[in-house]
């Protein structure tokens, strides 16, 4: 089964890296973009069948490792 | 006193670790990640500088989940002392030995300096040494040290004298002018700059050695 997570830093905490982003698209002509948000998106290949077990051990792998959650969020997805 | 200097892979600072506490009076010994204890009677971990696994996935958090981890949670857990420098410091925020988290310098730079700090408080064993408020130089050097934490966790370190280092003029964007925070034991320290590299003459600069000379005097009066 492939999985998706996409980790983002939560609402509130600046992002300057996308605030970076955001100055160098304006260079670019791109006038209209108010705000970037920068995050990550970790795919994986799952030996779980089931959904609701591959979905329980997301959210675990994402609480122990592969989000800081005192600064980011996740969203996980089965594909 | 004994000190014990974790070595990651991508670690670069662990022998100048070790050195500043040889120069101290420690008897250290150097551990591995994946080595699974500490040696027996160890008082302090050190936790060095440097990239540790590449600073792959987030700074920090690979290494704070390698096998060493369980020892140094277990050695805090017990009211050991822990002292993290620069990627250390991420490391024991990645471990939730102390809180908050670092990122991205506010000028997206890498930044390698020499810092004048501000001793925010003298009441732990790292920091007894020193005069209240005294301004000391040590160099920084780091792309992720801008301190961020909720306005309750600030609320909280500062009530509760967990300062223990500010920026005189903050680099990186931390909160607070954060540049090192204890534990609520007051025996982890996580700093950003670099104690290590100021402890002998030829650095440029002795500011550093306090550091080292308070644990020693501290732990010896403990």
Known sequence: MKARVTVMLKSGVLDVQGEAVRHALGTLGFSGVSGVRQGKVIELELAETDKAAAEASLRSMCEKLLANTVIESYRTEIL | MKAAVVTFPGSNCDRDLAEAFTLAGFAVSRVWHKDTSLPEGTDVVGIPGGFSFGDYLRCGAIAARSPIAAAVQAHAARGGYVLGVCNGFQVLTEMRLLPGALMRNAGLKFICNRQTLRVATTASAFTNGYKPAQDIVLPIAHH????????????????????????????????????GVLSQNRRVLGMMPHPERAVAPLHGGTDGAGLFHSLMGGMALA
Do not use: V, W
């Open chain 2, 144 to 179: 992720d040290g801008n301190f961020t934490i909720d306005d309750d966790g600030l609320t909280r370190l500062s009530g509760e004298d967990r300062i223990a280092f500010t920026y005189r003029d903050n680099p990186n964007g931390s909160a607070a002018d954060i540049a």
